[in-house]
C-alpha cells in the first residue's frame, strides 16, 4: 500500500473518498496496535478526524511522498490527544505535550529538507532493515510482533532497531543535522 500521495488527486483535487477506502483499516490497525481501551465510537472519530485533517491540509501536501507514513504521523498524535482525554490525571507535562502535538504538523513542514535527507538515508537500508524500520515506527508494532511477522528473532529484531537508530544517527551528524542528541 505504498501509493504516492499524488496518485490520490484528481484534477488538482484531493480524492478523498478513494483515500478513506484506501486507509481506514490501516488507520483502524494503528490505532488498535496503540491502545485496547478506546471504544467503537473513538476509533471512528480519530479515523475520522485524521481524514479530516488530510483534506484540510492538501495544498500542503508534498505530492512525491508516500502517504502512509504521513497518515501514520497524524493518526499517532489524534491517538495522543484522545488518550489525554481520556486521561483524568492533570500535569505540566500534558499541557507541554499538547503544544508539541498541534505543532507537529507544522513543524514536520518546517524540517522538510531533514526528512528528505533521512528518507533518502533509510530507503537505501537492506530490505529486511527498511521493513523492521517501518513495521516499528511507522506501523507501531511491538518487537515481538515484528519478529513473528518477519520470521526473526526478538533478539535479531532489537539488534537491528539499534543499529538502524546509530546509522541515522551517524548520517544525520555526516550530513549536518546534528542538534547535540
Do not use: C
Request: proline fraction near 1%; charge should be neutral; aromatic fraction near 12%.
Amino acid at each position: 500500500m505504498e501509493k504516492i500521495i499524488r496518485e490520490y488527486f484528481v484534477k488538482d483535487k484531493l480524492d478523498i473518498d478513494t483515500i478513506v477506502n484506501d486507509f481506514s483499516g490501516y488507520i483502524y490497525t494503528i490505532i488498535k496496535n496503540s491502545i485496547n481501551d478506546f471504544s467503537k465510537e473513538d476509533y471512528e472519530e480519530i479515523i475520522s478526524d485524521v481524514f479530516f485533517t488530510v483534506w484540510k491540509n492538501q495544498e500542503r501536501l508534498e505530492k512525491d511522498r508516500i502517504f502512509t507514513p504521513y497518515l501514520a504521523g497524524i493518526t499517532k498524535v489524534l491517538i495522543k490527544e484522545k488518550k489525554r482525554k481520556h486521561n483524568p490525571v492533570v500535569n505540566i507535562d500534558d499541557y507541554s505535550d499538547k503544544l508539541e502535538s498541534e505543532k507537529a504538523i507544522d513543524i514536520s513542514f518546517d524540517l522538510k529538507e531533514e526528512v528528505d535527507f533521512l528518507e533518502d538515508k533509510i530507503n537505501k537500508y537492506s530490505n529486511t532493515d527498511l521493513n523492521i524500520f517501518r513495521d516499528y515506527y511507522y506501523e507501531d508494532m511491538s518487537i515481538r510482533q515484528i519478529s513473528i511477522k518477519r520470521k526473526l528473532s526478538e533478539v535479531s529484531v532489537k539488534s537491528r532497531l539499534y543499529r538502524i537508530r546509530k546509522k541515522l544517527k551517524k548520517d544525520l551528524k555526516e550530513g549536518g543535522y546534528d542538534n547535540g542528541k
